[in-house]
């Protein structure tokens, strides 16, 4: 299995609070993701990272911020946490290629665990 | 946006006989890839299949192939001998450069 972790596993916060989950890779992964997955849906992009400190938002990123300072953490934060955010939050990584003839990820993703998180 | 929809919610098959899930997306884009994962209860992704969209050939491991018709925008998953532990969401994605989606998912049951 990839080194992947996720901290915390679960968390319940209240309406308006501040909340940051931490993916924590040991693979030395170029690329890095946030997703949430809502019961009946799959998988939807928040954010991802293609290197330290470069960062870009995916399909549904309105009320999250993320933060690469090193290689191996990815930081989501939810400014101000609503019950709309209550979901399961996974981070996934994958290695970069230049198969292409440019950096790219390659087509393997690694998910970590998952984090519960309930917004009340 | 790229939009990935499976159009069955649920599925059920007997133990040893093959299914096939359906997956259907959009895109105008020529280079891609397309992805099959299994989550089980336990929440984890795992990957089961891919197809690079430049092959023309399908993608097969062992027990699943898929069937990718590009022109007609199709990716399905047949799982062949199904087994108790096949039983799991399955969940078609589509990825271009660093951006993935997926669909809403199949929840597969296997009966003894």
């Known amino acids: 299995d990839a080194g992947i972790t996720q901290s915390p596993r679960h968390k319940v916060t209240e309406t308006g609070t501040p909340v940051t989950l931490r993916c924590h890779q040991t693979e030395n992964h170029r690329y890095m993701y946030w997703y949430r997955q809502d019961p009946g849906h799959g998988l939807r992009l928040i954010h991802y990272s293609y290197g330290v400190k470069d960062t870009d938002k995916g399909e549904v990123s309105d009320g999250y911020s993320v933060s690469r300072s090193k290689t191996e953490d990815f930081l989501l934060t939810l400014e101000s946490a609503t019950s709309s955010q209550t979901s399961v939050y996974f981070c996934a990584i994958s290695e970069s290629t230049q198969e292409t003839g440019y950096q790219s990820p390659t087509y393997e993703q690694y998910f970590g665990p998952g984090t519960r998180l309930t917004v009340t | 946006a790229q939009t990935v929809t499976q159009s069955q919610p649920e599925m059920s098959v007997q133990e040893a006989e093959t299914v096939t899930l359906s997956c259907t997306y959009d895109?105008?884009?020529?280079?891609?890839?397309l992805f099959w994962y299994k989550q089980p209860p336990s929440r984890q992704m795992i990957l089961v299949i891919r197809?690079?969209?430049?092959?023309?050939q399908n993608a097969t491991e062992n027990r699943f192939s898929v069937n990718f018709q590009k022109a007609a925008k199709s990716f399905s998953l047949k799982i062949s001998d199904s087994q108790l532990g096949d039983a799991a969401m399955y969940f078609c994605a589509y990825r271009r450069g660093g951006k993935s989606t997926f669909g809403d998912g199949t929840t597969l049951t296997v009966k003894p």
């Open positions: 895109t105008s884009e020529s280079d891609y890839y």
């Open positions: 197809q690079e969209a430049y092959k023309q």
